[in-house]
Nanobody
């Protein structure tokens, strides 16, 4: 099992940047795929980015490709989401998730709010 705590959300103007962090508990962090997801008001939760356990491979939603970067520091049990060139449509609650395979994320954090003003 792993527990996840996100931080770094806030209010930013369009075109600005934010860096989200997700701290994980447990000794097996380095074996998990890690992902970021988001949910805007009135919308379903959607995939944002994913990184494999060794940090060798990353995958992004088309809507954030070229603007967001996912990374991880296995020594610190932390995964990051650097968000640049933010747009109002990026406004959402952002969730960190962990899973044993790339397509299954059974462990979730509580979420952090990101609001982008126009």
């Amino acid at each position: 099992q792993v527990q996840l705590v996100e931080s770094g959300g806030g209010l930013v103007q369009a075109g600005g940047s934010l860096r989200l962090s997700c701290a994980a508990s447990g000794r097996t962090f380095s074996s998990y795929y890690m992902g970021w997801f988001r949910q805007a008001p009135g919308k379903e939760r959607e995939f944002v980015a994913r990184i494999n356990p060794s940090a060798g491979n990353t995958y992004y939603a088309d809507s954030v490709k070229g603007r967001f970067t996912i990374s991880r520091d296995n020594a610190k049990n932390t995964v990051y989401l650097q968000m640049n060139s933010l747009k109002p449509e990026d406004t959402a609650v952002y969730y960190c998730a962990a899973g044993p395979i790339a397509t299954a994320f059974p462990y979730w954090g509580q979420g952090t709010q990101v609001t982008v003003s126009s």
